[in-house]
């Protein structure tokens, strides 16, 4: 294994190549983390030493490495694609003690070790570290964040915190908005968050400070709020990774797990039927596979609030972007059949497909579009605002306007409509154009997932839902805490993404698809959906989302303790799940609930099953109720900001039609003192919010889908009213209609 550069055309990326002999000669693969590849196909591997020379990809793409072996063991020479010439460099990979390669996580640069020994970091993707006079600070690429890394002795972490802050910045004398201590997991002595008033919502001024052995561990957060939106991901890099050394971390990656016996049952029941009540959630279902056997399948509290039917292991739920492993499930058939393979630009099986930089519509791979890496970001607003109008062709199309928040392979960034047009493209490819994109990818997950692992009632179809008639009620989180029952037709805002969250299924099902992630693509009945070789590919890092954790090709790759886990979670208007499994240990859980953003509790019980097959801490239930009172405290501030009074005068110059290019129309009117809003997909009342200095802040939306978000009205240059959706680098301005 060799790591180096490929220096083409002005740039110089990062390249991981992999070579292995073997019977009829060499194999291997490449990486190219700042492109979002990983795992492309090495061909033509000539070894006649000195000279190497190999090969990637096909056709117009092809490109040629011709070095030499020095007697260093490294390899360099020339490169040649479409005409471009370049060079490269490799050098042999340090390998580990037991003499495995380390692999590295694109996203995550070089860790940094304080001098002193006290702590460790890593560094983001084209991050900057430097020292300065008692502190170290990281900065992004656009120098709009900086994060200081202190050490001060003490045990007060509020005046280490003043203190850090003083020696970073000798003129710091911002106010505190907030402080929040959580819990501490048991690690250090204690925890302490602090929030400050900066007097300007586009700055974000954060401290966190861990009390250890008498010293109080900073880091300092100071950032435009464009900026932390864009690069959110690096920041939770910094975050995570910060390691304070004296800490000595539970390892039990050589530890085997207790079976899930009736003793564990009884525990984790009673940890589900707590925290459904605390939280309020009408139901769940939870499944737990061990061995490939479904030891446990249980249903709690009601699906339909009306009729009293309970949650059962055969309800009907949505699972939302759980569901994006089934569509990368069904793209790893495809490379099984030759049809394509992960590294086949898009372009090549939808001519179609677009991008807004014509240089990267080429490039952009079936991976890149499922990998979270490409640096496309959320923009579920536009779906949201659209869904009755927008087709599946029309989401692939729409990516022609996407901007990229950051460069291939240096963030995480989440986008429904890129695994949306990686569905629809694979379907497309796998049925033959036979249909349109919809009716294309329904077909191709039927027949290639869903039919060969037996799950019989799983589906993106509402009509077969409903037919069917055994689904639950999607209940929403309103903003006084409390789950509502809403309408099955709110769910129809995802049908233009259906590849990336639209399916239906039940615990049963969910269960049967988890003992085949299990069996490495063998389902239940000894059926080969999927080559182990490429479902494993979806199994693989493709860029860090923090320093624990991973996003793979629909999975989430993280640890618990050492131990190897792959999870998801999923939302949609009134439904949420959460599906985790330990691939190395035969052992996973699937929890689905009916009620909007449940993940603490889904999430909660995966943690709380793997406390207690591996005999640790009950530290999940403490994170659960700090996060309960946290919740009663915000809902009980935003109570006291909400008026129910509407000023007329003030809203009358914004009564009326708007309109947004992306998002389309609105239109507000006064009805008997009630501020309303229409955006054609739903209609909602809002609510003069002010902020806690009593002046206000916007509009808040009360009812579903988009409650709380916040409109803001103001004045254009030229005096014209216009009204603002979203903050920092997500924001939508709606002017008057003409």
């Known amino acids: 294994r060799y790591t180096g550069t490929l220096s083409v055309?002005?740039?110089?990326?990062?390249?991981?190549?992999?070579?292995?002999?073997?019977?009829?000669?060499?194999?291997?693969?490449?990486?190219?983390?700042?492109?979002?590849?990983?795992?492309?196909?090495?061909?033509?591997?000539?070894?006649?030493?000195?000279?190497?020379?190999?090969?990637?990809?096909?056709?117009?793409?092809?490109?040629?490495?011709?070095?030499?072996?020095?007697?260093?063991?490294?390899?360099?020479?020339?490169?040649?694609?479409?005409?471009?010439?370049?060079?490269?460099?490799?050098?042999?990979?340090?390998?580990?003690?037991?003499?495995?390669?380390?692999?590295?996580?694109?996203?995550?640069?070089?860790?940094?070790?304080d001098p002193a020994g006290r702590y460790s970091v890593p560094i983001p993707t084209n991050w900057t570290l430097s020292e300065g006079d008692g502190y170290v600070l990281l900065t992004d690429p656009e120098e709009s964040i900086k994060m200081y890394l202190v050490v001060l002795p003490g045990t007060d972490l509020a005046q280490?915190?003043?203190?850090?802050?003083?020696?970073?910045?000798?003129?710091?004398?911002?106010?505190?908005?907030?402080?929040?201590?959580?819990?501490?997991?048991?690690?250090?002595?204690?925890?302490?968050?602090?929030?400050?008033?900066?007097?300007?919502?586009?700055?974000?001024?954060?401290?966190?400070a861990?009390?250890?052995?008498?010293?109080?561990?900073?880091?300092?957060?100071?950032?435009?709020l464009a900026g932390l939106q864009k690069r959110n991901a690096q920041v939770s890099i910094v975050g995570s990774g910060f390691k304070i050394l004296a800490v000595e971390e539970t390892d039990l990656s050589e530890v085997e797990p207790l079976p899930v016996d009736t003793e564990i049952i009884a525990s984790l029941e009673e940890f589900i039927t707590t925290y459904l009540e605390a939280f309020g959630i009408p139901g769940a279902v939870v499944g737990i596979v061990e061995n490939g056997e479904v030891v446990y399948s249980k249903g709690f509290g009601v699906a339909d609030p009306v009729t009293g039917a309970p949650m059962a292991p055969d309800t009907n739920v949505m699972i939302g972007s759980t569901g994006k492993s089934l569509t990368t499930m069904m793209m790893g058939t495809l490379v099984d059949d030759g049809i394509m393979s992960w590294d086949t630009p898009a372009i090549e099986l939808y001519p179609a497909f677009k991008v807004k930089d014509p240089a990267l519509t080429e490039q952009?791979?079936?991976?890149?579009?499922?990998?979270?890496?490409?640096?496309?970001?959320?923009?579920?607003?536009?779906?949201?605002?659209?869904a009755a109008e927008q087709t599946a062709e029309d989401t692939v199309a729409s990516l022609a306007d996407f901007e990229f928040f950051t460069d291939f392979g240096e963030a995480f960034q989440y986008s429904n409509q890129m695994v949306a047009t990686a569905g629809y493209i694979a379907a497309d490819a796998a049925e033959g154009g036979a249909a349109d994109l919809e009716t294309e990818y329904e077909q191709a997950l039927q027949e290639r997932i869903l039919d060969p692992i037996g799950m019989e009632n799983t589906t993106v179809s509402f009509d077969a839902v409903r037919a069917r008639g055994n689904y639950a009620t999607p209940h929403m989180l309103m903003l006084e805490n409390t789950y509502e029952p809403i309408s099955l037709d709110v769910e129809g805002v995802l049908i233009p993404v259906a590849p990336a969250?639209?399916?239906?299924?039940?615990?049963?099902?969910?269960?049967?698809?988890?003992?085949?992630?299990?069996?490495?693509?063998?389902?239940?009945?000894?059926?080969?959906?999927?080559?182990?070789?490429?479902?494993?590919?979806?199994?693989?890092?493709?860029?860090?989302?923090?320093?624990?954790?991973?996003?793979?090709?629909?999975?989430?790759?993280?640890?618990?303790?050492?131990?190897?886990?792959?999870?998801?979670?999923?939302?949609t208007i009134g439904f949420t799940s959460g599906f985790t499994f330990l691939p190395g240990t035969d052992l996973g859980v699937v929890v689905l609930t009916n009620g909007r953003a449940t993940n603490l509790f889904n999430d909660g019980v995966a943690g709380r099953l793997l406390e207690l097959v591996y005999d640790q801490p009950a530290e999940v239930a403490q994170n659960l109720d700090f996060y309960l009172e946290r919740m009663d405290e915000q809902t009980s501030e935003l109570t006291g900001q909400l008026m129910e009074e509407i000023d007329a005068q003030a809203v009358e110059p914004y009564l009326g039609r708007f309109t947004n290019e992306a998002l389309g129309a609105i239109e507000l009117s006064?009805?008997?003192?009630?501020?309303?809003?229409?955006?054609?997909?739903?209609?909602?009342?809002?609510?003069?919010?002010?902020?806690?200095?009593?002046?206000?802040?916007?509009?808040?939306?009360?009812?579903?889908?988009?409650?709380?978000?916040?409109?803001?009205?103001?004045?254009?240059?030229?005096?014209?009213?216009?009204?603002?959706?979203?903050?920092?680098a997500v924001k939508y301005t709606f002017v008057v209609a003409e």
């Open 364 to 386: 952009i791979t079936m991976r890149n579009l499922v990998c979270a890496c490409t640096g496309v970001p959320r923009r579920d607003l536009e779906l949201i605002l659209n």
């Open 501 to 571: 969250g639209l399916h239906w299924s039940t615990l049963e099902d969910m269960t049967k698809y988890m003992i085949t992630q299990l069996q490495e693509g063998v389902a239940p009945d000894g059926t080969r959906v999927v080559s182990a070789e490429n479902l494993k590919e979806t199994w693989k890092p493709q860029i860090a989302l923090s320093n624990e954790a991973s996003y793979g090709l629909g999975w989430i790759v993280t640890e618990y303790k050492g131990v190897p886990v792959l999870t998801h979670g999923g939302n």
């Open 160 to 208: 280490a915190t003043l203190d850090g802050w003083t020696l970073v910045d000798p003129t710091f004398d911002l106010p505190v908005d907030e402080t929040v201590e959580p819990p501490t997991g048991g690690t250090v002595d204690a925890v302490l968050v602090t929030t400050y008033d900066t007097g300007d919502d586009n700055r974000i001024l954060q401290a966190v």
């Open 670 to 728: 006064l009805v008997d003192g009630t501020l309303m809003l229409d955006a054609g997909e739903f209609v909602t009342q809002l609510k003069a919010k002010i902020d806690d200095d009593g002046e206000l802040d916007g509009y808040m939306q009360i009812d579903p889908p988009l409650q709380g978000a916040l409109y803001r009205f103001g004045l254009a240059e030229d005096g014209a009213s216009i009204i603002v959706l979203g903050e920092g």
């Open 210 to 224: 861990q009390g250890k052995d008498g010293d109080a561990y900073l880091i300092l957060i100071d950032g435009q």
């Open 9 to 113: 055309a002005g740039m110089e990326l990062s390249i991981i190549v992999a070579l292995a002999p073997g019977d009829g000669g060499y194999a291997g693969t490449i990486d190219i983390p700042e492109q979002g590849a990983a795992g492309i196909p090495l061909h033509d591997i000539r070894v006649d030493l000195p000279v190497v020379h190999f090969e990637m990809l096909e056709g117009p793409s092809l490109a040629v490495f011709d070095g030499e072996l020095a007697a260093t063991g490294e390899i360099s020479g020339a490169f040649l694609q479409s005409g471009i010439e370049g060079t490269f460099v490799l050098a042999p990979e340090a390998t580990a003690a037991d003499g495995a390669a380390q692999p590295a996580t694109p996203g995550l640069g070089e860790t940094y070790t």
